[in-house]
C-alpha cells in the first residue's frame, strides 16, 4: 500500500487574511500622508497666486503719480488704502467712495484700482490692502524724500476676519518713486 504525503503547499486561510490585515494597515497610512501633501500643495498653490497679485499691486503701485500718492499718505495722513473699509465701489465704471470723501479725489484718479485690488483667479476672491510704512520713511526727508515705502498684503475675501492666519495672506514690501528718478 503507498501512502501519500499530505501536500501542504500554499497558504491558509489564517495567513491570507493576516496579510491582507497588515497590508491594509500600512496602506492607510501612505493614504494619510498623500491627503496630507495634496492639503499642503493646495495651500503652496493658493499662497503662490496670492504673492503674484501682490507682485502686480505693487508693480501697479509703484506707476502711479508719485505726488498724488505723497498726498495722501503724508499730507492727508492716510496709512492704508483699503477700498473695503473706505466704503468704496464700482458705479457706472466710476470709483466711489462714500464714507471717506478725502480718499475720493485722490483715488478716483487711479485707473483700474478696483480691478487691482479686487481680482478673481480661479473662482476665488482677493482682497489688496496698501499699507503706508510710516515707520520706513524717516519723516519724508533725506532719500525718503523720493521714496514711499509700501507694503502690499492680499488675503482671500471670503475668509473671515477671525482667521489672520498667515496661510491665508501674503505680503510684499517695495517703494513708489518719485518720477523724477525713475
Known sequence: ???RKSRDEGFTLIEVLGATVILSIASLG???FFLHAMSYNKGNQNKTVMINLARNALFYMEKQS???LEIYFRG???DRIDLLSSGCEVTAGNLMCGQDPSVQPI???LEGLW???YPEVN???YQVVVTYQKDLA???VGKFKYLLPISVTVRERDISDITNSRRYQANVEGYIVHESIR
Do not use: I, N, Q, T
Open 1 to 3: 500500500m503507498k501512502v
Open 30 to 32: 501612505m493614504m494619510a
Open 66 to 68: 508719485f505726488s498724488d
Open 76 to 78: 492727508e495722513g492716510h
Open 107 to 109: 483715488l478716483s484718479k
Open 115 to 117: 480691478d487691482v485690488f
Open 123 to 125: 473662482g476665488k476672491r
Open 138 to 140: 524717516d519723516g519724508g
